[in-house]
């Protein structure tokens, strides 16, 4: 299996511009996460699905954030207007349905906002 | 949502053991103790996982508390390649509401 595949791997915008982030999930995971990480904040769960339906958005930082599961092998993470706050790095996840809950990750995007 | 307690950095030589402490003293009886590594530019690795019995991998062992409020990772052989930062993290049923603390920086001196 080829793991969780993100692409890009990198992205530079500039303030203002719309970024999406896309995640294909391990083949099989009913659910996927989506995770931000920064040196100050630390690794921060934003988003999880689970059968492309939206559990818990609490961590979502805000409404500029939104995050879509359109099919069991593809989900976006949409950033507009993206702000340099926004800078970090972002991280895929999925796992099997039942214990023990594992999650296994992406190689994340690096996302910069000018 | 139970959290878990690391200390922020430890140092090992090579070709020793580590032993990676972690306290989750709030765990509930469904919580599974799950222990990921981070090397530079990556994603978080699974390394191992346990409910209440000790575990051993290929990678790692993990050795629980018989009271489930602490757990230690264990390398038996530390390699410059382990050096990275090791999360220590509970998942359960209860809305994977999953918290990733600071982890464990570990340095590997050759």
């Known amino acids: 299996d080829a793991g969780v595949i993100q692409s890009p791997r990198h992205e530079v915008t500039e303030m203002g511009q719309e970024v999406t982030l896309r995640c294909k999930p391990i083949?099989?995971?009913?659910?996927l996460f989506w995770y931000r990480q920064t040196m100050m904040r630390g690794l921060e769960l934003l988003i999880y699905f689970n059968n492309n339906v939206p559990i818990d958005d609490s961590g979502m930082p805000e409404d500029r954030f939104s995050a879509k599961m359109p099919n069991a092998s593809f989900s976006t993470l949409k950033i507009q207007p993206s702000e340099p706050r926004d800078s970090a790095v972002y991280f895929c996840?999925?796992?099997?349905?039942?214990?023990?809950?594992?999650?296994?990750f992406g190689p994340g995007t690096r996302l910069l906002v000018l | 949502d139970a959290k878990t307690t690391q200390p922020n950095s430890m140092e090992s030589n090579e070709e020793e053991p580590v032993h990676l402490p972690c306290n989750h003293s709030?765990?509930?009886?469904?919580?599974?103790i799950h222990w990921y590594r981070q090397l530079p530019s990556q994603g978080p690795e699974y390394v191992i996982h346990g409910l209440t019995s000790n575990v051993n991998n290929r990678m790692a062992s993990l050795a629980i508390a018989e009271d489930r409020k602490s757990s230690t990772l264990i390398l038996h052989r530390a390699t410059l390649r382990d050096a990275a930062v090791y999360y220590c993290?509970?998942?359960?049923?209860?809305?994977?509401?999953?918290?990733f603390g600071a982890g464990t920086r570990l340095f590997v001196k050759a």
């Open positions: 709030t765990i509930s009886g469904t919580d599974y």
């Open positions: 993290i509970l998942i359960n049923t209860g809305g994977f509401k999953t918290i």
């Open positions: 083949s099989g995971h009913d659910y």
């Open positions: 996840a999925s796992s099997i349905p039942g214990p023990p809950w594992t999650q296994y």
